[in-house]
């Protein structure tokens, strides 16, 4: 066998023993496609087939490993097109047999007398022990399948658990030792962490479950270092960069909050003092605010736009989308204007003519305060003097998006803000670069909102009640069931509910708005749903954030398991906003355990920290944002809620060795920073954001 190196870890698959392009073409799906691909290609998760079995002890329906000698080997024909094949093995407590189906080829891997062990779920039927289709293993051979802690592989149609695992097998004894060692030896060594090969040979074929465990620790650990690592350089580089030292609060701030129909709450003077502090620090400021629905978002960004505007800057606020853009134009509108403050709206459904104007007004500097959506990071779009960055909903923006905003101007004042309640856990993990604050106060006035999730045969009664409320002056919406697939058949869902509506109820004036339809019509809707014109708005999931109407105080979810609790909670955040009592009924059919799980949270608790955790715990963190676009790379072994204490372990041990190296320039670090700076390669380019 020739002579293997490193550099053999980036050789081609398709050249391995018992791959060839036909397989290779298969682990391709998989993403697999060097040998390094392979050896951190981890299970999903493990059986523990090294516990045997007495034959007469096994019960129906367990998965067991038995062993014994093969007493007999037979093939049936029982109608055409079927061949059963049946190996009967004895320990002498009992009889079992392994069955399969038109796989003839299985007689002639068995003799008689031959010891074997065989893995399966048990079945008890005709008095007999059966297992079908067996995983199986010579006793004479060095038992992989069988006999131990088994790996169990995420594999695609086409690939099987005894294959992959024998090239796996092959793949670790022969390249695992070729891995290059990367985590300071200082540190492995403080936390009695083994050796990456060794720990990537246990991960594959661990001797028992609690050396896996501790592969598993090893490397999930890493993962999370080298992510903290990004985070702690991203927060190191902040600090030095020179900002925009904004003045000290002037005329305009005193107007705007003496403007406010309301008096500010204690969490938002307080978050306001920690942007203060940061917007007049000659520092950048990176901060993100979480705050619940309704906890006032808005007026702190608003308070931060203006102390830019009044510092002779310019300030953006962008929104993932064209209505939750429009909300927020219209609302500091009507807040600035009185002011004599100019703010302008920009979107990619903007005319030429008017597109060209508005981009001169940004240009020249004319327009201090402008509001739009990704349109705002386009080329062509030119800020003369942008002092403050503002992010709306920021974990549907990826890093990158954050970053081509920055770069309009020359590193100014980042504020982020999000309605949906991150846990710590994630918290850490997506924004470990950023000083958070948190709004967890609501303002008076806001009462907890009664939820109800009902079966879809109570629907009569829901919109009865729907109807009455409206009647009695109130308002309301319905939300068309979420359908993934199409816009276009969200739209026509949301359509065809209206429709429905409209002919149980002519006496209600009933409303339509859908992501479908122009700008113009959008606004006038909402405009007209807000006036109290219309008595119900019938919408898919754009009325998610943003939409602000006090005299709502009924929603009604249609087919609400198709709902994330997150997604939920944004939706019932639309009404409450008044002093009259609120409600919020959730149809659903066809529930799973986790689908009724969700709604019983949802009507046990209005906390959405709590029903943050609980989303993170039932979905996981990688559904938690839907399709990820934080631009992060992903976590093959760590898990951020299993794993919040190696999490803390790995930020503290990440800035420590930031705040001894800065930019891991010192030669023991360079590889580490090459790992770092490929893991974020293509995710947005993290590491040259600030």
Not at 211 to 237: N, P, S, T
Request: charged share 25%; with cysteine.
């Amino acid at each position: 066998m020739p002579a293997r190196d490193v550099a053999d870890l980036s050789r081609d698959i398709q050249y391995l023993k018992g791959v060839g392009p036909a397989r290779a073409r298969l682990l391709g799906k998989l993403g697999l496609h060097t040998v390094a691909d392979l050896l951190f290609y981890f299970p999903r998760r493990y059986e523990d087939r090294s516990q045997l079995k007495a034959m007469a002890l096994v019960r129906d329906g367990e998965i067991s490993t038995v062993q014994g000698k093969v007493v007999e080997v037979s093939e049936v024909k029982p109608r055409p097109g079927l061949i059963v094949t049946r190996v009967a093995i004895s320990d002498g407590s009992g009889t079992a047999f392994g069955i399969w189906f038109n796989q003839s080829f299985i007689k002639d891997r068995f003799r008689l007398g031959q010891a074997v062990v065989f893995n399966g779920r048990i079945e008890r039927r005709y008095g007999q022990v059966q297992i079908n289709k067996p995983e199986y293993e010579d006793l004479d051979d060095d038992s992989l399948h069988t006999g131990r802690i088994v790996p169990i592989y995420p594999l695609t149609e086409g690939l099987f658990q005894r294959q992959f695992r024998a090239l796996m097998k092959g793949v670790v004894e022969g390249y695992a030792s070729f891995l290059g060692e990367v985590l300071p030896e200082e540190i492995r060594q403080r936390l009695a962490f083994s050796g990456l090969s060794q720990a990537v040979r246990d991960m594959h074929f661990p001797r028992d479950l609690q050396a896996q465990e501790a592969a598993r620790r090893r490397l999930a650990f890493e993962e999370l270092f080298y992510l903290q690592l990004g985070l702690a350089r991203l927060k190191r580089q902040a600090v030095e960069e020179e900002g925009t030292a904004h003045r000290s609060d002037g005329p305009w701030l005193k107007a705007l909050v003496e403007s406010l129909p309301f008096s500010l709450t204690e969490a938002q003077k307080r978050v306001i003092g920690e942007i203060r502090q940061d917007m007049e620090s000659p520092r950048p400021m990176n901060r993100l605010i979480q705050g619940d629905v309704g906890s006032g978002k808005t007026v702190v960004a608003a308070w931060a736009l203006v102390k830019a505007a009044e510092s002779g800057f310019q300030a953006a606020l962008m929104a993932p989308t064209e209505i939750l853009a429009e909300q927020h134009f219209l609302n500091l509108k009507g807040l600035l204007s009185p002011l004599g403050i100019t703010v302008g709206f920009l979107t990619g459904s903007l005319g030429r003519a008017e597109r060209i104007r508005r981009l001169e007004t940004i240009r020249s500097g004319e327009l201090k305060i402008v509001v739009g959506t990704q349109a705002l990071i386009q080329e062509g779009v030119e800020f003369a003097r942008l002092s403050l960055v503002v992010t709306d909903e920021q974990h549907r923006f990826g890093v990158q998006q954050r970053a081509l905003l920055r770069a309009k101007g020359y590193s100014p004042d980042v504020l982020v803000m999000t309605a949906t309640p991150i846990p710590r856990t994630l918290s850490m993990t997506l924004y470990g670069d950023l000083d958070v604050s948190i709004l967890d106060e609501m303002p008076p006035g806001r009462g907890p909102v009664e939820t109800y999730w009902r079966r879809a045969s109570a629907r009569k009664k829901a919109y009865r009640f729907l109807h009455d409320q409206v009647k009695a002056g109130r308002q309301g919406y319905v939300v068309c069931p979420l359908i993934e697939e199409s816009e276009r058949l969200q739209a026509e869902a949301a359509t065809d509910l209206a429709i429905r509506l409209r002919s149980e109820f002519p006496d209600l004036r009933i409303g339509l708005l859908h992501g479908r339809m122009r700008t113009e019509e959008k606004e006038e809707t909402m405009e007209a749903f807000r006036q109290g014109h219309l008595g119900v708005l019938v919408s898919t999931t754009v009325i998610e954030v943003g939409v602000d109407v006090p005299n709502a105080t009924v929603m009604v979810v249609e087919g609400a398991n198709r709902f994330g609790l997150a997604q939920l909670h944004q939706l019932r955040g639309r009404v409450g906003r008044g002093r009259e009592k609120s409600y919020c009924i959730l149809l659903a059919e066809g529930l799973t355990e986790e689908g009724r799980r969700r709604l019983e949270v949802m009507q046990e608790t209005g906390d959405g920290f709590a029903i943050a955790e609980e989303d993170l715990k039932l979905r996981g963190p990688g559904e938690f944002f839907g399709t990820r676009q934080h631009g992060l790379p992903d976590l093959r072994v760590a898990d951020p809620i299993r794993d919040l204490p190696l999490l803390d372990l790995a930020r503290q041990e990440a800035f420590r060795l930031i705040e001894r190296d800065p930019n891991l320039t010192s030669p023991e670090h360079r590889a580490i920073r090459e790992r770092v700076g490929r893991l974020f390669q293509g995710q947005g380019g993290l590491i040259s954001v600030s």
